[in-house]
């Protein structure tokens, strides 16, 4: 028993005095002097740090509104608790006794909808994750909004926001800009059985996000096949001779065929080539050896149509000599002369009974 008790609360608590188990008094922070003879008094302390209390009904009947209210949050309502001016506590469905008395703010929110203006950093480090959901996409993408697993919305490029309380809700990016796939070492055999391997490359892009997300699951693994397909079937119906010589053609139909596959699910072909062709080892030196003979056969071919030209020169330059003496002479002064321009020195040697006979003039 206690005739009389000294009790001291502190700011951040406050205080109940319950006399004989029954809550008589609520106490703010201070200083207090208790009187209460043959009782049994005993004194509960509840912080007020934690913005939340959980107060039985006789101990809420004591608090002053002022201090602490009390607020129902439904199904699709919830709450942010500000500090001095800071998100500090995320409230969620239900009721909540709220501390008010160290500058504390309550703002509803009304999760009843689905898309949100993206919410403040600070406040969304509070919500759990199966309240929110936030995404962004850069440019150059777009963004899908599925609702309870129907595509809802696409969305352009930026920051987005959507409440997962009602209704399920899942955000995914799609990225729009052009993107490369090759197809490697895919063997193909020619129409005259001549086993071979391909290289091809396309270029392309998302052209409708919407069907890509509903028609295809694996958009690349459905182009990547096309390419396959149309290759074989191709490269099938020609011998490696007319593959050769058609490369370009045979390019401009695969581009044909994949384009057409890849709009039914989406996306757009924007470029298509074959990068390379690699015949086997055996096969390469055949086809090598057959290039050079062609090329040698070119060239002899060559040989013999500039001798032939060369013989009939000749033989139209003689035939004019031979019509006109006069011109044979001017040839054979125009040769002295050549002769002459590279002579610097002329040595003559004269045979015995020769030099009375050697006339010098001046």
């Not at 197809?183 to 892009?205: C, H, I, P, W, Y």
């Amino acid at each position: 028993m206690s005739f009389f008790m000294r009790v001291d609360v502190v700011q951040h608590e406050r205080a109940f005095v319950l006399v004989d188990e029954v809550p008589t008094r609520y106490l703010a922070p201070g200083r207090y002097r208790l009187n209460h003879p043959f009782r049994n008094v005993r004194l509960v302390r509840v912080p007020t740090s934690t913005l939340v209390a959980n107060l039985d009904t006789e101990l809420l009947a004591l608090v002053p509104p002022s201090d602490l209210q009390v607020i129902d949050l439904g199904p699709d309502e919830r709450a942010v608790l500000y500090h001095r001016g800071r998100p500090a506590k995320w409230l969620s469905r239900g009721q909540h006794q709220v501390w008010l008395v160290d500058n504390v703010k309550v703002e509803r929110v009304d999760t009843s909808g689905v898309a949100t203006a993206p919410l403040r950093d600070d406040v969304r480090a509070l919500v759990p994750a199966n309240d929110y959901v936030e995404a962004t996409s850069a440019d150059g993408c777009v963004m899908l909004r599925y609702v309870d697993g129907a595509m809802d919305a696409v969305l352009p490029a930026g920051r987005h926001a959507a409440w997962t309380v009602a209704r399920k809700v899942q955000l995914a990016v799609i990225d729009l800009r052009e993107r490369l796939l090759h197809v490697t070492g895919q063997e193909v055999m020619t129409k005259d059985r001549v086993t071979l391997r391909l290289n091809l490359s396309t270029a392309f892009r998302v052209a409708d996000a919407r069907r890509l997300a509903v028609v295809a699951r694996t958009p690349d693994d459905i182009l990547y096949l096309a390419m396959q397909l149309a290759a074989r079937e191709a490269v099938a119906a020609r011998t490696l001779d007319e593959l050769l010589a058609a490369r370009e053609i045979v390019a401009e139909g695969l581009f044909s065929e994949v384009k057409g596959r890849a709009e039914s699910v989406g996306l757009e072909v924007l470029h298509f080539g074959i990068k390379d062709i690699v015949l086997p080892g055996e096969m390469k030196n055949l086809l090598n050896r057959v290039i050079q003979a062609q090329k040698e056969a070119e060239a002899n071919v060559i040989t013999r149509r500039e001798e032939t030209a060369a013989t009939r020169s000749m033989a139209q330059t003689a035939k004019v000599l031979a019509e006109n003496p006069l011109l044979v002479r001017l040839k054979e002064l125009e040769a002295y002369k050549d002769l002459a321009a590279k002579v610097g020195q002329v040595h003559l040697v004269l045979g015995e009974g020769a030099v009375p006979s050697l006339q010098l003039k001046g």
